[in-house]
């Protein structure tokens, strides 16, 4: 019981990162944080201490279960015609950035790329995640919309927020050669001039921290 209530209040900003996937989609934000905190509790329930297995992997999928329990009552989400468009672009962008890079491109990136705000890429990106259902053919009007099936690439999700927490649990200098390699995209020379390292130090401690990371989030 003791372990249950710490890790429920541990992760309520997992509840919240999994509500805020949902905003805006036909259901308030109190009753999607509201259905998220109960499956944040059933996955504490539930859990077994035991194994070797991070929190978050288990929980995720659970929150979501609950959350989509919601709009499988209350019916489809509306997705407007403008936001269709920019899933659209923002999928195109990725997948030329992937091909070109071999990498896939970050949000802020896309979001530079798109000219718009990294919440609309979000919510973009949600749009490109969804199958769609169309059930009436598009006009001039911006307010028009679609019907979509709420099912969620609960898996992605999962992935993100360990890969999060893995490095979060990083040190200092550790967890900034990161942010700049990855998350500002800098070279490896820019890093390495950052961080007063040469470029080899970093090549090297970076390696060893993808491996750290990679069997963190296998385990």
Same mark, same amino acid.
């Given at each position: 019981?003791?372990?249950?209530?710490?890790?429920?209040?541990?992760?309520?900003?997992?509840?919240?990162?999994?509500?805020?996937?949902? !905003?805006?989609?036909? &259901?308030?934000? =109190?009753?999607?944080?509201?259905? $998220? *905190?109960?499956?944040? #509790? +059933?996955?504490?329930?539930?859990?077994?201490?035991?194994?070797?297995?991070?929190?978050?992997?288990?929980?995720?999928?659970?929150?979501?279960?609950?959350?989509?329990?919601?709009?499988?009552?209350?019916?489809?989400?509306?997705?407007?015609?403008?936001?269709?468009?920019?899933?659209? !672009?923002?999928?195109? &962008?990725?997948? =030329?950035?992937?091909?070109?890079? $071999? *990498?896939?491109?970050? #949000? +802020?990136?896309?979001?530079?790329?798109?000219?718009?705000?990294?919440?609309?890429?979000?919510?973009?990106?949600?749009?490109?995640?969804?199958?769609?259902?169309?059930?009436?053919?598009?006009?001039?009007?911006?307010?028009?919309?679609?019907?979509?099936?709420?099912?969620?690439?609960?898996?992605?999700?999962?992935?993100?927020?360990?890969?999060?927490?893995?490095?979060?649990?990083?040190?200092?200098?550790?967890?900034?050669?990161?942010?700049?390699?990855?998350?500002?995209?800098?070279?490896?020379?820019?890093?390495?001039?950052?961080?007063?390292?040469?470029?080899?130090?970093?090549?090297?401690?970076?390696?060893?921290?993808?491996?750290?990371?990679?069997?963190?989030?296998?385990?």
């Amino acid at each position: 019981m003791k372990n249950q209530n710490i890790e429920i209040e541990k992760n309520l900003g997992l509840v919240h990162a999994c509500c805020k996937r949902f !905003k805006n989609r036909g &259901i308030e934000y =109190e009753d999607l944080y509201s259905a $998220g *905190c109960l499956g944040l #509790v +059933k996955a504490a329930k539930n859990f077994d201490f035991q194994r070797n297995v991070q929190f978050s992997t288990y929980a995720v999928p659970v929150i979501l279960g609950e959350i989509k329990q919601l709009f499988r009552e209350s019916g489809t989400v509306k997705v407007s015609r403008s936001l269709k468009e920019l899933s659209l !672009k923002a999928k195109k &962008i990725s997948d =030329e950035y992937k091909k070109e890079t $071999g *990498c896939d491109i970050s #949000v +802020k990136l896309l979001a530079e790329k798109l000219d718009t705000t990294v919440e609309k890429t979000m919510d973009a990106l949600n749009c490109c995640q969804f199958p769609l259902s169309l059930t009436g053919e598009y006009d001039d009007d911006n307010s028009s919309e679609l019907d979509i099936p709420v099912d969620s690439t609960e898996e992605k999700l999962t992935e993100s927020m360990s890969l999060n927490q893995a490095i979060e649990q990083l040190d200092v200098t550790d967890k900034s050669l990161i942010t700049l390699r990855y998350y500002k995209h800098k070279t490896q020379s820019q890093t390495a001039q950052m961080l007063g390292m040469t470029q080899v130090q970093v090549s090297r401690r970076e390696k060893k921290i993808l491996l750290s990371i990679r069997q963190k989030l296998t385990v």
